[in-house]
């Protein structure tokens, strides 16, 4: 097994457990933390098949890699816009979780 | 590089799986917050080890240290009631079945398509390697960055730009209760911040040659101004300063972009005996202002004590009417 495909079976561990957390949880802060271990399994399977041409041309890819430099970025201005419609969110209505989400047992 | 396996990355790996699997299950959510940061830390560990320390410096400034400021920021003003969620918040009930099997097909096909990539496969390090003389820069991630795909990183400050006027459209929060000043928060400060300022001009300067450059540049400062923030809160609202520091990235690079395209060339695409200069000028301007957007992102609209009796006034009427809600 090499390093491309172990970090690249990784990823895609990340990308399905996070993408399960953003759709299945009820509350947003939860919800907003799987995106972000969706994206981070994204970007572990982008570095992952970018480290495959170091045989070929002595270093990896490097397009991939400045592609993950904006990704993480965007990641976190998403995330923080995210979080502060949730504080907005949770101030106006007194429930962090969304509405549709909302039944009895909702805090 | 060593492209062999070792058990170093085994245990990595099944410690990243994991740390990201108790990130997201946690009923506790600061313990998932908490474990999201060493999850990030640990991320960039993974990085080097693929080869990426561009990426590594940034992941570690922002995955790990900015993203989880700005989380546990959220929990302390959501409360106690607020970051309180189910006793087992991803436990399986037949509607979450539907979305395990659906997340699960789609890590069976990824798979899939994975074995069935090739284990080499030149990618595009060849043509980018080959046009780095012309490219003013010889870190090809810089190079890829602000010169052959100058667009995009264009565009990303667009999106970050976007992002801070969101928040400011947000109606202002109550600051949170401010704890009495910690002597020696302000010492760390005094002696971090202007290193954190030289570091990032050394990165800034760096990036053209080595691992650094304008984001990682940003992503420290910004962690100097989160720590002078907590140390003495600031205010950042959407003064006009402010405004203009937030928008010189972005102005900065499409004049050049525009200016490339009316003499020649083409949009963004610099020439060949300008264009060191020009990446530093565009990444100079830019650092400044994903730095200072950074900072605004996590100091949010925090309500001047002024403006605090005003709004309360205003919510009264809401408050009391809580039926008007759908």
Known sequence: MSLALLYGLAGIALVAMGLYAALAARHVL??????NVLGSGVFMMLVALASRTTDIATRPDPVPHAMVLTGIVVAVSATALGLALLRRMHAHDGSPWLPEDRDDDSP | MAAEVQVFDAVLVVLLLWLGWRALASADLFKAVVQFIVFGLLLSLAWVRLGAPDVALAEAAIGAGL?????????????????????????????????????????????????????????LAEPALQQLPASGVSNPVTATLLNYRAWDTLLEIGVLMLAVLGVWILEAEPA?????????????????????????????????H???????????????GVLWHLAR??????????????????????????????????????????????????????????????????????????????????????????????
Do not use: C, K
């Open chain 2, 67 to 123: 993203a989880g400021a700005l989380l546990l920021d959220t929990l302390a003003r959501l409360g106690r009631s607020g970051a309180a969620d189910e006793a087992r918040p991803l436990g399986l009930t037949p509607a979450r079945t539907g979305i395990a099997l659906a997340a699960l097909g789609l890590a069976a096909l990824l798979v899939a398509a994975a074995l069935t990539l090739p284990e080499r496969w030149p990618g």
């Open chain 2, 210 to 224: 080595a691992p650094g450059g304008a984001f990682q540049g940003a992503a420290l400062l910004a962690a100097g």
């Open chain 2, 176 to 208: 949170l209760p401010r704890l009495a000043p910690d002597p020696m928060l302000g010492l760390l400060l005094r002696v971090l911040l202007p290193l954190t300022v030289i570091v990032a001009g050394y990165l800034l300067w760096v990036g053209a």
């Open chain 1, 30 to 35: 939860r919800r907003l933390l799987g995106l």
């Open chain 2, 233 to 326: 809160p600031l205010s950042l609202g959407p003064s006009l300063v402010l405004r203009a520091i937030v928008v010189l990235g972005f102005a900065v690079f499409l004049a050049v972009g525009v200016a490339t395209a009316v003499l020649g060339g083409g949009l963004l695409s610099f020439p060949r005996e300008h264009a060191g200069a020009i990446i530093l000028v565009i990444e100079a301007a830019a650092m400044l202002s994903i730095a200072l957007i950074m900072v605004a992102l996590f100091v949010g609209r925090v309500r001047a004590p002024s403006e605090t009796g005003a709004a309360e006034a205003e919510a009264a009427p809401a408050a009391s009417n809580p039926g008007a809600a759908p």
